[in-house]
């Protein structure tokens, strides 16, 4: 950064309100119609339901392999559900009206890793397991994808490495997932990582690195590790388009279940959505896959915890990863 830069975000005055730990909301000045701005991201509809349909084949594996997944006939979903209570109590709070309906989308709830990192984590790897498994001849387009729980399989994979780095979520879906197809798996993760997910992966075989500094330090040191492993598979959480495609299948599976409950999206009735936000890339991609299923009528809204709004200072100040929540103190 440079000095006059630093001196103007000093002047700043969101730049200050985000360096005392205000809760503030800022909408960008300049935004593109829906149109304009999916044609900018380099991916269409048309991957997002590739994305689902690989899903949809690797499902009978998921549910032989998950218990939990049995139910759901090895779906990976999360349920709707109303919140009426909240509402009333929010609003009452905040003196608004109660319009509308309120809905929670339980991705905390997502099987197997309890978390929306869920989507994107498992997806990946099972993009990565189908592509190496095609490639080597063990697997046929037409094939049952039960056949990936075999032997054949477990001791294909077990030649190649699989490494991420996280904070926790991230490297528990990947971990979990990579361990069951029997790669070998390095999660790299940062000094807030919860220990019991720590616990959990290394119950699995998993080798976890930890590191004393934060997130970012542990997925440059794992990005290092595995440019030195030809048989190792890095899945990178800030620039990877097939995680972000795992998240997009949510616009997909929302827009069935509001069906499921007679709601309707359209200019009379928007559809206005928060969705918790770190590096951005989970909720980016859930705002993709909702903006190419509801257009126009759907509003996506970031939000970020005060104490780290890594996301809105790089895209506030254009700077995007160019900047730290540290560089302005």
């Known amino acids: 950064m440079t000095s006059s830069l630093a001196s103007a975000l000093q002047h700043d005055q969101l730049i200050n309100a985000l360096k005392h730990y205000q809760e503030i909301f800022w909408y960008p000045p300049e935004t593109k119609d829906c149109e304009h701005g999916l044609n900018g991201v380099g991916l269409r509809r048309a991957d997002i339901e ?54 929670l989308k339980k991705d905390s709830h997502l099987p197997i890793s309890g978390s929306i990192k869920a989507r994107g984590g498992i997806y990946e790897v099972l993009a990565h397991a189908e592509k190496l498994a095609l490639e080597a001849g063990l697997l046929q387009p037409d094939d049952d994808y039960t056949i990936f729980d075999s032997a054949p399989f477990r001791q294909f994979f077990a030649q190649h490495q699989i490494a991420v780095g996280s904070t926790g979520n991230l490297g528990l879906s990947i971990g979990i997932m990579s361990a069951k197809l029997g790669f070998r798996v390095s999660v790299h993760m940062s000094a807030d990582a919860r220990q019991w997910k720590k616990d959990k992966l290394r119950s699995l075989g998993v080798n976890v690195v930890e590191y004393a500094s934060d997130y970012g ?108 929540v540290q560089d302005i103190g």
Request: aromatic letters at 10%.
């Open 217 to 324: 330090v542990a997925v440059k040191q794992g990005r290092k590790a595995a440019e030195n492993d030809p048989l190792c598979f890095f899945i990178d959480d800030e620039n990877s388009k097939t995680l972000f495609l795992g998240y997009a299948v949510a616009g997909l599976r929302l827009k069935q279940q509001l069906n499921d409950h007679q709601i309707k999206v359209d200019a009379a009735h928007p559809l206005f959505v928060y969705l918790p936000c770190g590096v951005g890339g989970g909720p980016g991609g859930v705002s993709f896959g909702l903006k190419h299923v509801f257009g126009e009528h759907v509003h996506c809204i970031f939000a970020e915890p005060t104490h780290s709004p890594c996301m809105l200072l790089g895209v506030y100040t254009g700077l995007h990863d160019q900047i730290s």
């Open 50 to 103: 590739d994305a689902e349909q690989r899903l949809t084949r690797f499902a009978p594996y998921l549910a032989k392999v998950f218990t939990e997944l049995e139910a759901s006939h090895g779906r990976i979903e999360s349920e709707m559900v109303s919140i009426p209570n909240m509402q009333k109590h929010a609003c009452a709070t905040l003196n608004l009206p109660t319009t509308g309906q309120w809905w």
